[in-house]
């Protein structure tokens, strides 16, 4: 078995990855940087088996994906669906040669954007929030809003990632408040490590307003469990269809991931609190969740359960989601195991055994 990774070089994904094919006692893999895909290299050849990771954290490729003269400059949030149109073409690309690939195309096309793997998930009766029609700026938002009587919602751009420019969003009599890792400027929005609160209506708007030609998905806020004084959801590995790897993501505000600063939670106490049957349940959900991605070796869910901890529901289903650093299940972290249910068969033996949702 020999493996090419499409990546960027410099990225600890490629390197984690890399060490763990080397681990297994297989070639050391290919590398086909994303610049290179997005410059009309050509693709891995028929016989390939193809990884293809994030194509984040570069400023060159992101320029690339979104067809642009110029970089963005740091952690401006610009051309997020141009950004998309550029993966999903990128991904075609690389399968064009007839390798197989590891995430299938369709795979990625729908896990990045949050509208499509909404009504997926929703459609194979996976428990996800209820989700407002499309909204096209701040008025027509509040109009849902009210339309719905809800008054939280999350606010998403349709193809962000890592909380980039999503928006909680409570209002009520004494006014409104938004939590949100945008910083508003006024020559442009730029994503933040740091989360912000704003107040002001009008701010809140012209942030709206601008985000939403890219394409914004608005889900209704769902009251999450605590522990001790945070708030907490999971991050959780499906490998081959079988939940691996786990992660608690503790919190203060409605946004957990742990970039911005946010505490890892005690797995152990979070299942104590569900109950083992309710930790069953939420496990055969992230089932269901990747038998809707039969084309992809791995998928990322993000399970939040819900006050009083006899409910669940799923966040996000994230195609990237996999860089879990110091998580080990039976001796294997995340690369690991995907490597192992590469040669042990695991993966065929699934995919082949299970029918894919409708997608």
């Given at each position: 078995?020999?493996?090419?990774?499409?990546?960027?070089?410099?990225?600890?994904?490629?390197?984690?990855?890399?060490?763990?094919?080397?681990?297994?006692?297989?070639?050391?893999?290919?590398?086909?940087?994303?610049?290179?895909?997005?410059?009309?290299?050509?693709?891995?050849?028929?016989?390939?088996?193809?990884?293809?990771?994030?194509?984040?954290?570069?400023?060159?490729?992101?320029?690339?994906?979104?067809?642009?003269?110029?970089?963005?400059?740091?952690?401006?949030?610009?051309?997020?669906?141009?950004?998309?149109?550029?993966?999903?073409?990128?991904?075609?690309?690389?399968?064009?040669?007839?390798?197989?690939?590891?995430?299938?195309?369709?795979?990625?096309?729908?896990?990045?954007?949050?509208?499509?793997?909404?009504?997926?998930?929703?459609?194979?009766?996976?428990?996800?929030?209820?989700?407002?029609?499309?909204?096209?700026?701040?008025?027509?938002?509040?109009?849902?809003?009210a339309g719905a009587g809800w008054h939280r919602v999350f606010v998403k751009p349709a193809h962000g990632s890592s909380a980039a420019g999503v928006i909680a969003l409570a209002v009520g009599p004494r006014g409104l408040r938004a939590d949100t890792t945008v910083e508003h400027t006024p020559d442009g929005l730029f994503n933040s490590l740091r989360v912000r609160r704003y107040t002001d209506e009008a701010t809140v708007a012209a942030i709206v307003d601008r985000l939403a030609p890219d394409g914004l998905h608005v889900e209704r806020w769902l009251p999450k469990a605590g522990l001790g004084?945070?708030?907490?959801?999971?991050?959780?590995?499906?490998?081959?269809?079988?939940?691996?790897?786990?992660?608690?993501?503790?919190?203060?505000?409605?946004?957990?991931?742990?970039?911005?600063?946010?505490?890892?939670?005690?797995?152990?106490?979070?299942?104590?609190?569900?109950?083992?049957?309710?930790?069953?349940?939420?496990?055969?959900?992230?089932?269901?969740?990747?038998?809707?991605?039969?084309?992809?070796?791995?998928?990322?869910?993000?399970?939040?359960?819900?006050?009083?901890?006899?409910?669940?529901?799923?966040?996000?289903?994230?195609?990237?989601?996999?860089?879990?650093?110091?998580?080990?299940?039976?001796?294997?972290?995340?690369?690991?195991?995907?490597?192992?249910?590469?040669?042990?068969?695991?993966?065929?033996?699934?995919?082949?055994?299970?029918?894919?949702?409708?997608?």
């Amino acid at each position: 078995m020999r493996l090419t990774v499409v990546g960027n070089p410099a990225n600890r994904r490629v390197s984690l990855f890399t060490r763990a094919v080397l681990a297994a006692g297989l070639p050391r893999p290919e590398v086909l940087p994303w610049v290179d895909v997005l410059t009309d290299a050509a693709p891995p050849p028929a016989d390939a088996l193809v990884r293809v990771d994030s194509a984040g954290e570069d400023p060159t490729v992101d320029r690339l994906l979104r067809g642009a003269p110029t970089d963005a400059r740091h952690g401006e949030l610009v051309g997020l669906a141009d950004a998309y149109a550029g993966l999903v073409d990128g991904v075609a690309r690389v399968a064009a040669g007839g390798a197989e690939l590891l995430n299938r195309p369709e795979d990625v096309a729908v896990l990045c954007d949050k509208r499509r793997c909404h009504a997926v998930l929703s459609a194979a009766g996976v428990p996800v929030p209820a989700a407002l029609p499309p909204v096209d700026g701040y008025p027509a938002l509040r109009a849902a809003m009210a339309g719905a009587g809800w008054h939280r919602v999350f606010v998403k751009p349709a193809h962000g990632s890592s909380a980039a420019g999503v928006i909680a969003l409570a209002v009520g009599p004494r006014g409104l408040r938004a939590d949100t890792t945008v910083e508003h400027t006024p020559d442009g929005l730029f994503n933040s490590l740091r989360v912000r609160r704003y107040t002001d209506e009008a701010t809140v708007a012209a942030i709206v307003d601008r985000l939403a030609p890219d394409g914004l998905h608005v889900e209704r806020w769902l009251p999450k469990a605590g522990l001790g004084d945070r708030v907490v959801d999971v991050r959780v590995v499906v490998v081959a269809g079988r939940p691996t790897h786990a992660v608690v993501r503790a919190a203060r505000g409605p946004l957990t991931n742990l970039h911005l600063g946010n505490a890892r939670g005690d797995l152990a106490a979070l299942r104590a609190a569900v109950g083992e049957a309710g930790w069953a349940a939420a496990m055969e959900t992230c089932e269901r969740v990747a038998a809707c991605f039969t084309g992809s070796l791995h998928v990322s869910v993000d399970l939040m359960f819900l006050a009083g901890w006899r409910r669940h529901a799923v966040a996000e289903v994230n195609a990237f989601g996999d860089l879990l650093p110091g998580v080990v299940t039976d001796g294997r972290d995340t690369y690991a195991e995907q490597v192992h249910a590469l040669t042990t068969g695991r993966w065929q033996r699934w995919r082949t055994g299970v029918g894919a949702c409708a997608a």
